[in-house]
């Protein structure tokens, strides 16, 4: 199991408010997550960090071996909705942090399938030699739009109001997580990221990429074309290759 991940601020915002990380319990099984914060002053910040670390922890502390999709599912779930919890008390507590939260998807591998939990419009796609699939569904005003045939998926790319998300953790006291479980074979490779990557650069373009550079080298090669077309936000990578 080969993994990488990577964060950077852009060109354009001047702190970075995404958090991501990733890892690898053996051959078979790996776990990626990342968020994208909200708030103002650094609350966004604070609220990627916390939900990151804490949603790491349990999962790398539920993790045992031959795991099975319905008890990941479980982990996952439950880590999130608490992750949302301590958010939110944070939030209530500090006042410089009130109103802050997160998107989050956060993903575990098992020896043949992905079990994805999210959050928001940060995104989880599956790539191989034939094409790229998302397997997440954006929680956000132009998704809704999209699924309701008012517009299209490339003119929500460039539509003013694409950043309105309609669900987010840590906001309210409890939110809604959807959980996907999909297969996920040899040589597959699973990208997590912010909306920073995908507002900046096509599908097919990120999938050429996943399809031609090892995984070391992806996190930086995505993020690096994501700035190089503008850069107008934070940018966050996960890439997990079985």
Not at 24 to 42: E, R
Not at 193 to 203: V, W
Request: with cysteine.
């Amino acid at each position: 199991m080969q993994f990488a991940f990577m964060t950077d601020k852009g060109i354009v915002r001047s702190s970075n408010e995404d958090s991501c990380e990733a890892g690898a319990f053996n051959n078979d099984y790996a776990w990626g997550i990342v968020c994208d914060g909200m708030g103002g002053a650094l609350a966004g910040e604070v609220a990627s960090k916390m939900a990151l670390e804490f949603i790491s922890e349990r999962i790398q502390n539920g993790y045992h071996r031959d795991m099975t999709p319905l008890s990941a599912q479980y982990l996952l779930r439950s880590a999130v909705i608490a992750a949302g919890i301590i958010v939110h008390d944070d939030s209530c507590k500090e006042r410089e942090h009130y109103g802050m939260g997160t998107t989050v998807v956060a993903a575990i591998v098992l020896k043949d399938c992905i079990v994805c939990a999210y959050v928001g419009d940060s995104r989880a796609y599956i790539a191989d030699k034939n094409g790229i699939i998302r397997i997440t569904h954006d929680h956000s005003l132009v998704q809704e739009r999209i699924d309701a045939g008012l517009i299209t998926e490339e003119e929500a790319r460039y539509a003013p109001d694409r950043n309105i998300i309609t669900r987010v953790l840590g906001v309210e006291e409890s939110v809604d997580v959807d959980i996907v479980t999909v297969p996920f074979t040899r040589k597959d490779k699973l990208l997590i990221c912010s909306d920073g990557l995908t507002n900046m650069i096509s599908e097919q373009r990120i999938w050429q990429m996943l399809k031609d550079s090892n995984v070391d080298d992806l996190p930086s090669e995505l993020i690096q074309s994501a700035n190089q077309a503008g850069g107008r936000d934070n940018i966050s990578v996960v890439v997990i290759e079985k």
